[in-house]
């Protein structure tokens, strides 16, 4: 069954700090890969996304991502976190058949 | 500017009513979507569509209706038949899979719909 994991609900970092956002997918193929990011009641904006080439994919807002075959994972990472950052961060990924595939999301708390 | 535009923003029905969300994009893109989003469950799949006149069901679709007439346009109805209506809908649209690495997901605001 094909489907994406992110296994933390819920995450809080001090401003400043280091943030790493899990995700893994299970697919039969290598997907097209990509994470959005959700502020309240608003539509989902994206950072980022990985198709082929080089594992490691820079978005937007200073985050980047880095793709692992042998983890079937696609993490996302930002070296210093801002309090703008927080909100509801979304794995997903595409599929053959032209189908967006999501994980049920991590919520981004900041602390100043 | 180009985008997706989902109206209205917040929309109240009581129950046993079908209700219809609007979805319009000026994109030229091929592909559409329609998502359910409930907290803790992330973005789940209701329809999509590749073309005009085309359309397939997703994980959640029933009582779920949409139609696909014309290329900007993919109109979303909650029937009677659904039985907890009551979510954040989101409409996406894509460029379509054929054009590879340009392929992504655009996302409108939101419609949330609320079953009195």
């Known amino acids: 069954a094909q489907s994406v994991t992110q296994p933390d609900i819920h995450i809080t970092v001090s401003e400043g700090a280091s943030l790493e956002l899990r995700c893994n997918y299970s697919?039969?193929?290598?997907?097209?890969l990509f994470w959005y990011v959700q502020s309240p009641g608003q539509g989902l904006q994206l950072l980022l996304k990985?198709?082929?080439?080089?594992?490691l994919v820079q978005g937007i807002k200073g985050f980047e991502a880095e793709f692992k075959r042998s983890q079937s994972s696609f993490n996302l990472r930002k070296p210093s976190v801002h309090w703008s950052d927080a909100a509801e961060y979304f794995c997903?990924?595409?599929?053959?058949?032209?189908?967006?595939?999501f994980g049920t999301g991590t919520s981004l708390t900041v602390i100043p | 500017d180009g985008g997706i535009t989902q109206s209205p923003k917040y929309l109240f029905r009581k129950e046993g009513q079908n209700v219809t969300l609007s979805c319009e994009q000026n994109?030229?893109?091929?592909?559409m979507y329609w998502y359910r989003q409930d907290p803790g469950q992330g973005l789940r799949l209701i329809y999509y569509?590749?073309?005009?006149?085309?359309?397939q069901k997703g994980d959640i679709a029933e009582g779920y209706s949409v139609s696909r007439e014309k290329k900007e346009s993919f109109p979303l109805t909650v029937t009677s038949a659904q039985k907890n209506p009551t979510a954040f809908y989101l409409c996406?649209?894509?460029?379509?899979?054929?054009?590879?690495?340009?392929?992504?997901?655009?996302f409108g605001q939101g419609t949330r719909l609320t079953v009195v």
């Open positions: 996406a649209s894509s460029i379509g899979l054929t054009y590879g690495m340009n392929t992504e997901a655009f």
């Open positions: 697919y039969g193929a290598t997907p097209y």
């Open positions: 990985y198709f082929s080439g080089d594992t």
């Open positions: 997903a990924f595409l599929t053959t058949g032209n189908q967006f595939y």
């Open positions: 994109l030229n893109h091929d592909a």
């Open positions: 569509s590749q073309i005009v006149n085309d359309f």
